[in-house]
Structure formats: structure tokens, C-alpha cells
């Protein structure tokens, strides 16, 4: 996939932010921001923590593969994502997440999705030139 294409490095840069601050969100809570004295793993179990921190980084990781423009960025937040948000709603109760977060993870799947189809669409009219 070329991501080099202007119009789609913006829209690429623009995702790999989002992806980035709900991976810091993801890791916020794991250190147990606003928990008080409660351990996070206390509350949210210890496979709970643990899915939270293999998407966390998955996420953080692919925040900087979509910033370098790297395809594996786009591949390993699509991934992670979907696999979430699968577990989620199979009803999985250590993986927990807000309205609010299910639908930016929504988003950013489809962001995804629309990258990959804008990308292959200039392949093909740069391939027809």
C-alpha cells in the first residue's frame, strides 16, 4: 500500500493521533489513574489487565507505524481493534469498555478500512497514468 499520496498521509496522520491518545487512555488506566488507592489489577482482574495492556501497546505501537507511514501500522491497529472489539461484544467480561469507546473504536476501524480502499484506488489511477 502506498501511503505516501498527500491526501492520504494527512488522513493517515490524523488516525495515527487518535489511535495514539486512546492507546494513552488505555495505559492511563492501567497505572490506575482516578482508582485512588485500589489496585488496577484489583479491579479489573488480572486478564482484564493484562488484554487492556496487549492493546494498549498494539495501539501504541501502531499510533507510530501509521505516523511513519509504515503499512504495518495501519495492519496491527486493525488487528488489535478488531480482535477488542470482537471479545467485547461476544460478551467477554474482562474486557470492558464506554459507549463513547466502543464508537471511537468503531471509528477508528473504519478510518482503517477507508484508508486501505483510498490507497488501492491511487495504486490503480497511478498504475492507468
Given amino acids: 500500500m502506498d501511503f505516501n499520496a498527500q491526501p492520504i498521509g494527512i488522513y493517515i496522520r490524523i488516525v495515527a493521533i487518535i489511535s495514539l491518545l486512546l492507546g494513552l ?6 497505572l490506575g489513574v482516578n482508582l485512588g488507592d485500589v489496585s ?15 492493546f494498549a501497546l498494539a495501539r501504541l505501537f501502531a499510533a507510530v507505524g501509521l505516523w511513519i507511514k509504515a503499512s504495518w501500522g495501519a495492519v496491527l491497529l486493525v488487528g488489535a481493534t478488531a480482535v477488542e472489539l470482537a471479545l467485547h461484544l461476544l460478551g467477554n467480561p474482562d474486557v470492558r469498555m464506554s ?9 477508528l476501524l473504519a478510518s482503517i478500512l477507508i484508508i486501505f480502499v483510498l490507497s488501492v484506488r491511487h495504486s490503480r489511477a497511478r498504475a492507468a497514468d
Fill in 40 to 54: 488496577p489489577i484489583a479491579a479489573m482482574g488480572m486478564t482484564g489487565f493484562v488484554y487492556l495492556a496487549i
Fill in 99 to 107: 459507549a463513547f469507546g466502543f464508537a471511537v473504536r468503531i471509528v
Fill in 25 to 30: 487512555n488505555d495505559a492511563a488506566r492501567l
